[in-house]
């Protein structure tokens, strides 16, 4: 009897394990067709399409990637139920080295349904791979932002000059590297350590002033040789900087040192007219610059 017993609780046991084990192998796990990208985890080559913060006593944010439009599966799903909206041509944020431009062109295109319209777009970036090249702009003809893909540009005018535009994606990248925008992607790859350096002597009592800016302003401009360069952009070209930890900081330093052919003097006299706009020197700035100066003189 008692092994009777033992049998049919042994029996309900397996019984149960099954059907537990069938229950969560009938569960559906739903996956979103789309999903915001994670963001990169290496600063951006193109520093100036981003807002900077207004607020100069506040930590500077690390870089993080701007949407332009809604999600793809958003913007088709209204393009279907308003047949005056126009046909997605793709999602800009795909762009891995999108290039900020400004022009506005007048473009006679076919869209992804077949749909042949004319349009003015005022043009913000444009990216030669994505899709075979595309640009994103402002449409006026729809008030809103929209994607166009070079292959499906048939006519494009400069409105500026009225010249007609053979080469879309030569022209605009020729407009790009004669803007001050190349300039600061420059500087950002060619002096990313003396920027960092700059940063961290700045920001040592907690605070950018808009004195050390304007010492920061002028070193740039003459490195660069640049005239066009303004404060906004210094703010933009730190937005996309981390600033050092103090390790990193003199490591920065010892690479600056060892840079052939830069003005040491020159950088020098820029730190102590940021360290001398101030009223009272701070002492985290002091042991900055004063080892950045040892550094040089090595």
Known sequence: MGWLVLG?????IIVYAFSRKKNKADVVVYTPEYSTPPASSTPPIHTTSYTASNDLNAPLPSFSYAKHDPTPALQLDMEDRDPDRDAWEGAFWDAANPFPVKATLK????????????????????DEYLYEG????HCQLRDATRTFRFDRIQE?????????VQD???FLKKKYEASPEATLDKLYGDHHDLLRVLLYISKADGRLTSKERLSILEHIKSISNDERLDDSMVKKLFQAIEIPSPLAFKQCCGRVAK???YDRDLLLVTVDRMVASEKTVNPAEKEAVDYLRKRLSE
């Open 8 to 12: 049919l609780i042994v029996m309900s």
């Open 259 to 261: 840079r052939v052919g």
């Open 134 to 137: 595309m640009l994103i702009g």
């Open 168 to 170: 879309v994606a030569g």
């Open 156 to 164: 494009c005018i400069n409105m500026e000059t009225g010249e007609v």
């Open 107 to 126: 473009l006679t295109y076919v869209d992804g349904k077949g749909d042949r319209s004319q349009r003015i777009v005022d043009v913000r970036e444009f």
